[in-house]
């Protein structure tokens, strides 16, 4: 008799972890937990008969994405790796390190481990682009300053996993920065160097995040200030004692979506608040045609400006890494326009012709310089 309860009972635990997910995707009884997945997620597929072959296929993609507990599982599978073993759970783009750092794969590997190097004919093309646009901006009476940022690896690489830690490699920033220094009078920022030796109690770089952070942000400020104040000495950048740096904990970042981490991980993020009254404010966007693809739409132009229009203008060509600095350069001057061009780095004329600026900033993240050679290939210097 006991046998036979025990032997129901095992059915019909079964056949309810069988259909209760069925059940509760109609009528969802458990609340689906919220993650953070560094993607879009498969959307329902329409039914077309004109299209029925590949139906099933689409279907399957969008059922893997969003089968009933899913975002429980994955949850579980998280926490499961990361405490236990301190592995990511899924094989990512990205790695963790010691005391809590992490790290894109692929900068580590083309900047820190030097796999991108440039032959003969793409330095030849690097140094026709930056001739060109020296010349060009030269014509137009507008300075040009060229700020290569750096990643993570080449400014905290002590903390990557020992297997990965190696001797410093001949990378191709520092091709371009040997490149760049023999093309006459144009201005380079290296900000690596700065970098490094701006290291001590401050973190200057997020954790769980690919960025710099806030404090990170304003000593890119002050050394792109620097380096543009020998030229314009009315423009000098503020001394970090008009600022806060204060710290909040806050859930991972970009890095633990990327690494399939949705729980349990935190990092004291840095801030940088000034103790003044800001002048700059946004201003009105020229509403520039944008790339169909571009993801982040709204930040393919950003306008600032302050109320001095004796100030000089500024025209920087961005990536994700110069949105943290605006609000430190706008404050120098009567209007300054940011142009995130799909990690192009153009020159970008038609913007140049339309703004006129007297200052143009190429802001490029290192792991990004073969980028520009692409871009240029398709696109004029």
Not at 125 to 151: E, H, T
Not at 268 to 273: A, Y
């Amino acid at each position: 008799m006991m046998k036979g309860i025990k032997e129901i009972f095992v059915s019909v635990t079964f056949m309810v972890i069988l259909i209760f997910p069925m059940v509760d995707s109609v009528f969802h009884f458990v609340p689906e937990k919220e993650i953070r997945e560094n993607r879009a997620l498969k959307l329902k597929p329409e039914l077309d008969w004109s299209d029925i072959d590949n139906f099933p296929e689409e279907f399957d993609k969008y059922y893997t994405d969003n089968f009933d507990f899913r975002n429980q599982f994955l949850l579980f599978n998280s926490r499961l790796k990361i405490q236990l073993f301190n592995v990511p759970p899924v094989n990512s783009k990205a790695i963790i390190g010691d005391d809590g750092w992490m790290y894109l794969i692929k900068n580590m590997k083309d900047v820190y481990l030097g796999k991108n190097i440039a032959d003969t004919n793409k330095l030849k093309r690097y140094s026709d682009i930056f001739n060109y646009r020296k010349k060009y901006l030269d014509s137009i009476g507008c300075a040009y300053y060229i700020v290569i940022a750096p990643v993570k690896t080449s400014v905290y690489p002590e903390d990557l996993p020992l297997s990965q830690r190696n001797l410093p490699q001949t990378s191709l920033t520092d091709q371009l920065i040997n490149l760049l220094d023999t093309i006459e009078e144009l201005n380079i920022v290296d900000l690596r160097p700065i970098f490094r030796d701006s290291k001590g109690d401050i973190r200057m770089y997020h954790k769980t995040d690919t960025h710099w952070n806030a404090y990170g942000s304003y000593v890119a400020y002050k050394a792109i200030m620097n380096v543009i104040s020998i030229d314009f000495p009315e423009l000098i950048p503020h001394s970090i004692s008009k600022y806060k740096i204060d710290s909040i904990d806050v859930k991972g970042m970009n890095l633990t979506s990327i690494l399939g981490i949705y729980h349990g991980i935190f990092e004291n993020k840095i801030t940088c608040e000034p103790t003044f009254k800001k002048k700059s404010k946004e201003g009105q966007k020229r509403n520039y045609p944008v790339y169909e693809w571009f993801r982040f739409k709204s930040e393919y132009e950003q306008v600032f400006t302050t109320e001095n229009d004796s100030l000089l203008k500024l025209m920087l060509v961005r990536d994700s890494f110069g949105k943290a600095i605006m609000p430190f350069l706008s404050e120098h001057f009567s209007e300054s326009v940011y142009i995130f061009d799909g990690w192009h780095h153009d020159l970008n004329e038609d913007i140049v012709i339309n703004e006129k600026p007297d200052i143009f900033v190429q802001l490029v993240l290192e792991s990004q310089i073969p980028y520009l050679y692409k871009s240029a290939k398709n696109h004029n210097y």
